[in-house]
């Protein structure tokens, strides 16, 4: 069981008012917030540790790589990688998914095929496209059902023995779909294609096993899992980030550089040009280390149990309808009120302090599917209570009463 009062005091944000209202947090999908324990972590590395690293012979340099190669080794026990070779820290999951599109697709033939699917954020659909208008490679789409799942069988006819990729998302950010990654994995591999996952929106709502889920590619944000902006990780098996190349080249990622040739470092340096986001990464590990004390299947629980209520509360309103009604969901609710604006409800709302996002949330071909311009979207975090709860649903109602 989770203390959720003594959680809530960790947030020093959550403590403040809005509009004149105790802060309503509901927009943990966007960026989460952050516990005192992140903030002081960084802080402590400005104020007390900073220093370049994997460059310094003196001693501040040196604890500031192990404190950076030790964040490295958190992460790696956090998603359970089988190394910290596996591990290369990057701005967030957008940085990581174009990294892959960069160096794996460098490694890719005109004809070869990539799958994702209808449910994508922007940042797993936008990379694929440019590499197909570079390279020639071929892009399709595995299709979602009116409640938001993916239709899997369509998958076995999707798969060919051009399929290099299939890049698809753990948990969809606009319809808080859970997909069955595992099942997905199970028939790439079978049809000799490699697996990238999105798990921006999944890793701060559940445990995530990288080696259990079998995949070659798993990227995160940081900001997503109550860590700070800028730092996220590609996780990616060994044997294939051997064979990828390089895909920005600087300091830090060489081995010996002369005019005529360049010798690579070693992974994950390989993949890590230039001077790294040090501090990011440490308050990360902290964040990762946080989750973990918290325990992540009592997080998903909460949530669960949070997004239940929500949903029973919010379809005793009239003209509401829940945009995603999938069998396994994750903390996020979209939906719209008939013959209101999305942004006009949440413009409201923020007068009652209830941060709420409006917006095709960054996947528009989900808003195409159901004909909508725009969602109103409330997402969780392990601090919402169910008092949160009540007071967006409040809040809809008078804002819908106001517009209607
Ligand atoms: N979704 C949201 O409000 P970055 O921006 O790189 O940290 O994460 C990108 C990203 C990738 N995949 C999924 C499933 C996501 O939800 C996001 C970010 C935010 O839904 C901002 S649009």
């Not at 008012?17 to 966007?30: I, R």
């Not at 938001?148 to 698809?168: I, P």
């Not at 973990?292 to 005793?316: C, N, P, Q």
Request: glycine letters at 8%; hydrophobic letters at 45%; a negative charge.
């Amino acid at each position: 069981m989770i203390d959720i009062q003594a959680i809530r005091q960790q947030f020093p944000i959550l403590q403040q008012n809005e509009n004149g209202h105790p802060l309503v947090y509901l927009d943990s999908a966007a960026t989460a917030q952050k516990p005192v324990c992140v903030i002081d972590a960084i802080t402590r590395y400005y104020r007390e540790q900073n220093a370049n690293v994997h460059r310094g012979v003196y001693g501040l340099s040196e604890r500031a790589t192990e404190l950076y190669e030790g964040a490295r080794e958190t992460l790696r026990a956090f998603i359970n990688a089988a190394s910290t070779r596996e591990i290369v820290f990057v701005r967030g999951a957008t940085e990581a998914i174009n990294l892959v599109a960069h160096s794996l697709g460098r490694l890719l033939q005109p004809g070869d095929e990539i799958i994702i699917s209808e449910m994508e954020h922007h940042s797993n659909i936008v990379p694929w496209q440019m590499l197909r208008d570079e390279k020639g490679i071929v892009l399709k789409v595995l299709p979602m059902n009116d409640q938001g799942e993916l239709m899997l069988e369509a998958l076995d006819g999707l798969l060919t023995e051009r399929t290099r990729l299939v890049s698809v998302v753990h948990m969809s950010n606009a319809l808080g779909t859970i997909n069955p990654v595992a099942e997905i994995v199970t028939k790439a591999h079978a049809a000799g294609a490699k697996v990238l996952l999105d798990g921006a929106q999944a890793v701060p709502h559940m445990p995530v096993d990288v080696q259990a889920l079998g995949c070659d590619f798993y990227v995160l944000s940081g900001h997503k899992m109550y860590g700070p902006t800028g730092i996220g990780v590609l996780y990616a098996k060994e044997a294939l980030l051997e064979q990828m190349p390089p895909w920005q080249g600087g300091g830090d990622m060489i081995y010996s550089v002369t005019f005529e040739q360049t010798e690579y470092n070693v992974l994950p340096y390989k993949f890590e040009a230039g001077t790294p986001h040090i501090a990011g990464a440490i308050g990360l590990a902290e964040a990762a280390r946080w989750m973990m004390a918290v325990g992540r299947e009592a997080i998903f629980d909460h949530e669960s149990t949070l997004l239940a209520y929500a949903t029973e509360r919010l379809r005793t309103i009239e003209g509401l309808r829940i945009i995603g009604t999938a069998s396994k969901k994750g903390g996020v609710i979209s939906f719209i009120v008939e013959g209101a604006h999305p942004h006009d409800m949440a413009t409201l709302m923020d007068q009652d302090g209830v941060a709420v996002r409006a917006s095709h949330h960054c996947a528009m071909p989900v808003m195409q599917h159901f004909n909508l311009p725009a969602t109103v979207r409330a997402s969780l975090g392990v601090y919402n209570t169910q008092r949160d709860i009540d007071r967006l649903i409040a809040s809809v109602q008078e804002a819908k009463e106001m517009l209607l």
